[in-house]
């Protein structure tokens, strides 16, 4: 069985244009987000799956250079862009495909190991990782192929096709879908997926102010490091997820 990692990047953003390859301390949040992941166990490849539009031959670029192999499709139909993939790859219906966003350039190798494993022993078709009402940032969801071409072939509302997974939590009966609980016992709020430019402010002073090289830092150690700092970890605090369908 094989487990692909795709993280879906763009260049487009309403809200803070380039993000993926915006840079901090001489790296870019895409680059932090593929080397964070470069330690998981239990991938059998990462790749990166970005849109075939011109304003994304920057990101395919800059993937080639990092060394990941990108495939590029849909700027729209992101569910349909994965689906490329698995077709490109020549996956089974039980490989199963982790998916990630490359706003999120803090994505915990563990975690994703530890969510892969869950998922497994499950024998889930869809599992999606949970670490409290408030923390975005190590965002993390796993499916199989199996699972993904039905929702390809039956999602119908656009912002299905744009997430690539509310089909399968939205049809619990169809599927069996499950979260895996993380453990954490931080309870405030944190935000480091980057969305805005106060997202992008709150990264970098982040980055500044942490002691060693966040690139290999623990999900768990980040989040205690933030619990003493306060003051950065606030600096976002309004910034509003979107919902599906904005």
């Keep these: 069985m094989k487990v692909i990692a795709c993280s879906q990047a763009r260049y487009d953003s309403k809200r803070l244009p380039g ?13 932090y987000h593929i080397t964070r992941l470069k330690s ?3 991938i059998t490849e990462h790749v990166i799956a970005t849109s075939d539009h ?3 031959d920057d990101v395919a670029v ?11 499709g849909s700027k729209l139909n992101v569910l349909q862009r994965f689906t490329d993939v698995v077709r490109v790859l020549g996956l089974d219906d039980d ?26 022993e499950r024998g889930d078709d869809y599992s999606s990782l949970y670490i409290g009402e408030h923390i975005r940032g190590f ?24 997430h690539v997974t509310p089909y399968l939590y939205q049809h619990p009966k169809q599927f069996k879908v499950s979260q895996y609980k993380a453990p954490c016992d931080y309870q405030g709020y944190t935000r480091l997926c ?8 709150m990264f970098t002073q982040l980055v500044t102010a942490y002691p060693r090289d ?10 205690d490091f933030l619990k003493h700092h306060p003051e950065i970890a606030l600096l976002n605090q309004d910034v509003k997820q979107k919902k599906l369908g904005e």
């Design 19 to 31: 993000k993926v390859l915006q840079t901090v301390n001489d790296q870019s949040l895409l680059q």
């Design 40 to 42: 998981a166990k239990n």
């Design 54 to 56: 011109n304003n994304d």
């Design 62 to 72: 800059h993937c080639l250079k990092l060394g990941v192999r990108v495939f590029r």
């Design 139 to 162: 965002d993390a969801e796993i499916m199989s192929v199996k699972a993904l071409k039905m929702a390809a072939k039956n999602a119908v509302e656009d912002y299905q096709k744009e």
């Design 214 to 223: 966040i690139s290999v830092a623990k999900y768990i150690d980040i989040l």
């Design 194 to 201: 980057i969305d805005e430019p106060r997202d992008l402010q």
């Design 95 to 120: 490989d199963r495909i982790v998916r990630l966003t490359a706003d999120c350039p803090l994505v915990d190798a563990q975690l994703v190991d530890q969510l892969i494993a869950y998922h497994l």
